[in-house]
């Protein structure tokens, strides 16, 4: 949120590249962010050799590198969301709150964020929903570990090439339900407006 | 006292470039849209930063570039009032006013929101939220909100715009008490003439981000300086002339219109007026006499006595409008006159008739 609030409110260099740089993982192939992910937190990777050395544990291949794929995939909708609501609340509130002596922070909290509330919470629900379907960066980082790192989706595709199609059924029919669902609840809460 | 300002600010295309100022009066900035009135307001709130200049109010200095004083909006804490969309949507009429508190004890904010409910007349509305009330009620709220904390100044950004006209004149009433209430400066944004008229003490004319005259009110309605400033202020019967004569011993320039003469003295004008020159020639609509027939004419007009045709009559309920058209020249003159003066003078369209214009009456911008 923070990062969305940097890039609605204010004009700085490296802008345009910072919102590149978050907006990424949503048009890389999964495949792709996967592959940086296990670049940066593999046991040789940037991050990953530092945790390593000091905890002696690896984020790869636990469910953890699940939840750090779906977050980082999901990353940009939300960011994108959230960047949006703050852009279109109206200036004009913004102005008057400064100038009836509220800090930026003050201002943030009581004015811009809470006008916002209904775009950002929409794009949370979005992003939660990009987050559980989450494939193949997951299956990069995370693998496909029965009973430990197979998500649903993951587990559609072991049993669709397992041939177990009445199993493949039901979680397919269950995730369409429920991500129609989210859909649903996030239109609801873009269009009503004040 | 007061505020007083220097402002200079480049933006792609347009330069605003100002320096006035004001004591604790209602001033009015006037001008069309796009000639800086607005981007003025910001500067002084702080909410945009001047290349250069200062801004000064009543001993406190606000912004000042070669001392590099910069006062964040926050604590200049003026009051800002836009022509719309002031009030949070979320907030209830009550909550609106009281945001505009900072500080102070729960009993504090009570009473002090209550005063200005009051004051502003909007007992019974407290726990709505804007969506619900009217435009004039969400003005009143806005005007409470910026005036809660007695700010140094109070500038409105065409406050009144979005507002039909009956709630236009309430809203007059308001802002004059206010002005009475509390004793700052207000600065009044507009491009409404009659706004400008009935709220300014003092008018200041903005044109292309300059300001082209300053002044009291009557000063500049009576008196423009150019006709840039004639032209914004929709002031009639004014025409191009050229000075042809200046006629000594009778201490009278003699200017001309489409072949008409017109006199005026030289006393005013003595240093801006040669002959051969081209200048505007302004008589308030007011000001210009229908003569009777049967009465003599006194000497003080025979200067600037012209006939010509009535070409049509408008009833404006307090007065009438006619369109006066001279024989010779053919320049028309709208002249407005009161109804009791019109029964009197018994007119008609397509009426022959002689005018009289006073000399102290026509106004030269040279």
């Known amino acids: 949120m923070g990062v969305a609030y940097l890039l609605a409110m204010k ?153 177990d199609w009445s199993k493949t059924n039901l979680m397919v029919i269950f995730f369409s339900v429920m991500s129609g669902l989210f859909l649903y609840i996030a239109n609801r809460f873009t269009k009503r407006i004040f | 006292m007061g505020l007083s300002v220097k402002l200079l600010k480049k933006v792609k295309g347009f330069t605003l470039d100002v320096e006035w100022e004001i004591g604790n009066e209602v001033a009015v900035l006037f001008g069309s849209s796009g000639a800086g009135k607005s981007m003025t307001l910001q500067l002084i709130a702080g909410l945009l930063e001047p290349d250069s200049g200062f801004i000064r109010s009543n001993g406190n200095i606000f912004f000042d570039k070669s001392s590099r004083i910069n006062i964040s909006p926050q604590q200049r804490a003026l009051g800002y009032v836009f022509q719309d969309r002031n009030l ?95 004793e700052i400066p207000v600065i009044l944004v507009t491009h409404d003439l009659e706004d400008a008229y009935l709220l300014g003490n003092h008018i200041m004319i903005y044109i292309d981000g300059r300001v082209e005259q300053a002044g009291e009110r009557d000063e500049i309605f009576q008196k423009p300086q150019s006709r840039k400033v004639a032209q914004i202020l929709g002031l009639k019967n004014l025409f191009r002339a050229k000075v042809i004569k200046k006629d000594e011993p009778l201490r009278r320039f003699i200017l001309e219109v489409n072949g008409l003469h017109f006199s005026v003295p030289t006393g005013l004008y003595q240093d801006r007026m040669e ?41 404006k309920e307090r007065y009438h409008t006619i369109y006066f058209q001279t024989t010779e020249g053919k320049i028309l003159f709208e002249i407005s006159i009161p109804n009791y003066a019109f029964r009197n003078l018994n007119l008609s369209t397509g009426k022959m008739a002689r005018i009289a214009l006073r000399e102290e009456s026509l106004w030269v911008m040279a």
């Not at chain 1, 636990?62 to 794929?69: C, D, F, M, P």
């Not at chain 1, 989706?153 to 041939?163: L, N, R, T, V």
């Not at chain 2, 210009?288 to 009535?310: A, C, H, P, T, W």
């Open chain 1, 11 to 163: 004009n700085f260099s490296g802008k345009e590249v910072l919102d590149i740089l978050f907006t990424l993982p949503l048009v890389l192939p999964p495949t792709v962010t996967g592959y940086y992910l296990i670049i940066l937190f593999g046991r040789n990777g940037l991050v990953g050799k530092i945790l390593y050395e000091w905890t002696g544990w690896s984020v790869m291949f636990t469910w953890y590198a699940a939840v750090l794929a779906s977050f980082v995939v999901a990353l940009p909708l939300m960011i994108k969301a959230t960047r949006a609501a703050i852009e279109s609340v109206d200036r004009n509130l913004i102005n008057a709150s400064y100038t009836l002596g509220h800090s930026e922070f003050e201002t943030a909290m009581k004015v811009t964020l809470p006008l916002a509330k209904r775009g950002i919470v929409a794009g949370a629900v979005l992003s939660f929903a990009r987050a559980i379907g989450e494939f193949g960066a997951t299956l990069m980082i995370a693998g496909n570990i029965p009973g430990k790192t197979d998500t649903v989706p993951i587990s559609i595709y072991s049993h669709a090439s397992s041939g």
């Open chain 2, 88 to 182: 949070f949507p979320h907030m209830t009429v009550r909550e609106n006013i009281a945001y505009g508190l900072k500080g102070k004890s729960r009993e504090e904010r009570d009473t002090r929101v209550s005063d200005m409910i009051r004051l502003f007349r909007l007992e019974g509305l407290e726990k709505m939220p804007p969506s619900e009330i009217s435009g004039g009620q969400k003005q009143r709220v806005a005007l409470a909100r910026a005036l809660i904390e007695r700010p140094k100044a109070l500038l409105l950004d065409e406050p009144f715009t979005a507002l039909d006209s009956s709630l236009r004149f309430e809203m007059r009433k308001l802002l004059r008490e206010v002005r009475n209430e509390f």
């Open chain 2, 275 to 315: 002959v051969e020159k081209e200048v505007d020639l302004f008589i308030r609509p007011e000001e210009v006499m229908i003569l009777r027939e049967e009465k003599l004419v006194k000497d003080s007009l025979k200067q600037n006595i012209f006939e010509g045709e009535i070409l049509d009559i408008t009833d």
